[in-house]
């Protein structure tokens, strides 16, 4: 029995660490730990509540937007006001464009230029696959940056500028698109589905959307060999991705994208025997059994919990919390959103082989082509003439909870305001769900259970299979250590 | 010969990374292909990680590997107790402040990529929990991790790209001037920030000016009218080119309804009142513009508001133009 420790892995966001116990060349057990710490809740303290839209963007670069509409969210909550019909719609856009550009990126930059390894030098499929998605290299790279890029200039014209806009407000949106600006922001979505329809899934976004079962895929994969995503298909079947990283399907999503009362990719939790749940926020509670943060009396819930470090902590080694659903590990993201949507295709991966690498990358991808088309609707939508927001309220004394789907899962913001003053926020952000450390059960996080069983070889050295379940969960390092 | 970069993340939010990836016409790759540069690791588009990453580190270190330019993003970590144990780069065992230090003396060229780097920035906010400071400045003060004295290879202190986030463009000018040896003592102002942007104001080219020129002002977010005299705008003593060159095509944070929060500056994240709040004395907004006489900015600002066109005054307090300039003809008119 041998330990390993992995470090520091990039093309995540933010810095990141594992620890490995090796048996007959398998891992037996892992520890994830998050090695900065910035203190987000200690300098939100006695800040003006509505200061929290400037300093919470600004935990994360990737999801700024989330932060954004979390903040806002919260304080919305806490001042009882809502968003007018317009503002929701834009709101929805500018996160729906965060969303799927992180997507993009995830698949293009940080997960399939590790199947471009040398390791791989002698697989059938690696010299077409290094062509395309070599880092920095291969020939989807431009392309990839400026569809990207282009599809960006949404929040260019809704939200000033990404990352870190203070466009969403707890009343409205602070920018009210022209007629003309509507226009745009439809020819800017025609020039990503066509990026999308041409290279990643050749073929029209409302098919890749309708996919329905395993066996329609695996006919689909043969007809678009041509795209990306059968390049991802086709590697996934050769390395048996269904395979690695697979943990129970435990699911929460806090619902995505806001329509009235309900959420065009519902709320709720799923779970391997009862199927879908619904979801109750009381049910969340936060342990640091085994976090370097000053010991508190049992798991709390965030309005009630805090965040005081303790690097002497004896049994700690992360500074990230562990978040649980009624006491249970939950593993969020795009599969987890998908499948409580009951997306049929999601529910069938998930039914045959539980979560896992393959089913975490097509859940993004699929989000992607429901999304594009949702998107097109909501612009379409927009009246330029009616209001964007309502007046702004202030509070001298509330409390809120802020709710939200980043591309990387769930999000929530708790605050509590005194003299209109912020008395105490606490942030649980979605790779604090899926790489939270163990709980004072003893029972590991998401990731620390899916890199057990992965065979690396007793030297080590072909690790790669653990790079690819890390990078499945798109992990957001700089959120988690908020 | 090609421009080597190291690209290192501390405590920051990768925003400025992510910002760098909006670079267009052309894309980011073609922009540092065309320049030269070479990015010998960065964190979010290197395929090198783990021990590949740390045995570049070392190679560095050792004098083996020659580094042009050592961008790091997001502040420097010194808590808790001066330890740097809130950033241990993983699986080195040792804080990054210390890599920090090491790498910086064997690079030609230190860079600050984002205001945390630069001066703290909002990691430093509050009661700064993490004790983070800049590379060269600690806030206002100069020092930071390396000291005000101290002076990169090439013979120059820390460049600070200050910004929050970074614009595209000023991340990737600096670097294709550095690599083709365009930088000089006169490319730097007093915080030694790039002059290329911060020899302009953020007012420059505010689409919101003429609303400034007659004190029209909004009274809420999203209103259309000039931010400075009630919702804290601070683009008159800004220092960038955010309404000279669009961000994300389109857009800047003026565009986008809210006030500019001066974020180029150092000790821009505590503002000592709601960053949406103009402070005021007798009235008056005690943050005028710095080179110009006070009476004579309150005496012309009097007589402009005296003067202010009607349609100014209806639209700066409405999210849409209300009033538009001419005369419009109604449909069914003949």
Redesign the interface.
């Known amino acids: 029995m041998t330990r390993k420790?992995?470090?520091?892995?990039?093309?995540v966001?933010?810095?990141?660490?594992v620890e490995v116990e090796l048996r007959d060349g398998q891992v037996s057990a892992a520890w994830v730990?998050s090695?900065?710490?910035?203190?987000f809740e200690?300098?939100?303290?006695?800040?003006?509540a509505?200061?929290a839209l400037?300093?919470t963007p600004?935990?994360?670069?990737?999801c700024?937007v989330s932060q954004s509409i979390a903040a806002a969210n919260a304080l919305a909550v806490a001042q009882g006001i809502e968003r007018p019909p317009n503002a929701e719609l834009v709101t929805n856009l500018i996160l729906a464009c965060e969303n799927l550009a992180d997507h993009l990126?995830h698949f293009y930059?940080?997960f399939m230029?590790?199947f471009?390894?040398q390791a791989y030098a002698s697989a059938p499929w690696h010299g077409a696959i290094a062509a395309r998605f070599?880092?920095?290299q291969g020939s989807a790279?431009?392309s990839m940056?400026?569809a990207?890029?282009?599809f960006?200039?949404?929040?260019?014209?809704l939200?000033?500028?990404?990352?870190?806009?203070?466009?969403v407000?707890p009343a409205?949106?602070?920018?009210?698109p022209?007629a003309a600006q509507k226009v745009e922001l439809l020819a800017i979505l025609g020039g990503f589905r066509q990026f999308l329809e041409t290279q990643l899934f050749d073929d029209a976004l409302e098919s890749v959307a309708e996919l329905a079962s395993i066996e329609v895929l695996a006919r689909w994969q043969v007809a678009h060999a041509s795209s990306d995503f059968a390049a991802f298909l086709q590697l996934a079947d050769a390395l048996e991705l269904h395979r690695l990283g697979r943990i129970p399907p435990r699911f929460l999503s806090y619902g995505a994208y806001g329509v009235g009362d309900d959420h065009l990719f519902a709320r709720g939790l799923f779970d391997p025997v009862q199927g879908v749940g619904s979801f109750d926020s009381s049910q969340i509670a936060e342990d640091i059994s085994h976090s370097w943060m000053l010991s508190q009396n049992g798991p709390k819930h965030p309005l009630l919990g805090t965040t005081s470090?303790d690097?002497e902590q004896q049994d700690g080694y992360s500074w990230c919390k562990a978040p649980r659903y009624d006491r249970q590990v939950m593993e969020v993201g795009a599969q987890a959103r998908q499948v409580i949507d009951a997306q049929p295709l999601m529910l069938d991966l998930a039914s045959a082989h539980d979560s896992n690498v393959k089913g975490r990358i097509v859940g993004r991808l699929l989000e992607i082509a429901r999304l594009v088309p949702q998107m097109e609707s909501w612009v379409r939508q927009i009246d330029?003439?009616a209001?964007?927001?309502h007046?702004?309220a202030e509070v001298d004394e509330a409390e809120g909870e802020g709710l939200v789907e980043a591309a990387r899962g769930s999000l929530g913001h708790w605050i509590r305001v005194r003299n209109g003053r912020i008395l105490n926020y606490q942030i649980i952000a979605p790779t604090t769900w899926n790489f939270s450390p163990r709980d004072g059960q003893g029972t590991p996080g998401a990731l620390e259970q899916a890199l057990v069983g992965t065979v690396v070889g007793n030297d080590g050295k072909t690790?790669v299979a653990i790079?690819h379940i890390v990078r499945s969960f798109d992990p957001c390092m700089?959120c988690t250590v908020h | 010969m090609s421009f080597t970069v190291l690209w290192l993340q501390s405590g920051g939010c990768g925003g400025c990374s992510m910002s760098l990836l909006n670079a267009e016409a052309p894309d980011l790759y073609t922009r540092l292909r065309s320049a030269g540069i070479e990015l010998l690791w960065h964190p979010s588009l290197s395929e090198a990680s783990l021990d590949e990453f740390v045995a570049l580190l070392e190679a560095i270190v050792a004098g083996e590997q020659a580094l042009d330019a050592l961008c790091l993003e997001g502040s420097v970590m010194r808590g808790p107790n001066g330890t740097g144990r809130f950033h241990m780069l993983a699986g080195t065992g040792k804080p990054m402040m210390w890599w920090l230090a090491k790498l910086a003396e064997k690079a030609r060229h230190t860079i600050a990529i984002g205001s945390c780097a630069a001066f703290g920035g909002i990691t430093a906010a509050g009661d700064n929990p993490g004790d983070a400071i800049g590379l060269q400045y600690e806030g206002k003060r100069p020092g930071g991790l390396l000291g005000d004295g101290w002076r990169s290879p090439a013979g120059y202190p820390v460049i600070n790209v200050a910004g929050c986030p970074t614009h595209p463009d000023w991340v990737t000018d600096l670097l294709a001037q550095l690599a083709l040896g365009d930088v000089d003592a006169d490319a730097l102002d007093e915080l030694s920030r790039p002059t290329t942007y911060t020899d302009h104001l953020v007012h420059h080219g505010c689409a919101r000016n003429e609303f400034y020129e007659y004190k029209a002002s909004a009274e809420q977010l999203g209103d259309k009218g000039c931010m400075m005299e009630h919702k804290g705008c601070l683009g008159t003593q800004a220092r960038a080119d955010c309404n000279i060159r669009p961000w994300n095509g389109a857009g800047s944070c003026l565009d986008g309804g809210y006030p500019c929060i001066n974020c180029t500056a150092p000790e821009f994240e505590s503002p000592r009142h709601r960053f949406t709040d103009t402070p005021k004395i007798a009235g008056i907004p005690v943050g005028l513009p710095t080179d110009m006489p006070k009476a004579w900015f309150v005496a012309l600002a009097s007589l402009s508001k005296a003067a202010t066109p009607q349609r100014l005054k209806d639209n700066a307090t409405a999210s849409i133009i209300v009033t538009p300039p001419g005369q419009r003809k109604k449909a069914g008119d003949t």
């Not at chain 1, 966001?13 to 660490?17: F, H, M, N």
């Open positions: 420790l992995y470090g520091p892995f990039n093309r966001e933010g810095d990141l660490e730990n090695p900065l710490y910035r203190g200690q300098i939100l303290q006695g800040k003006p509505e200061d400037v300093y600004r935990i994360c670069g990737i700024s990126t930059l940080f230029p590790d471009c390894r070599k880092a920095q790279a431009v940056l400026r990207r890029a282009e960006m200039h949404i929040t260019g014209i939200a000033g500028k990404w990352p870190h806009t203070m466009s407000q409205g949106v602070t920018t009210a022209t470090p690097p330029p003439k209001p964007f927001r007046a702004a690790d790079q700089v």
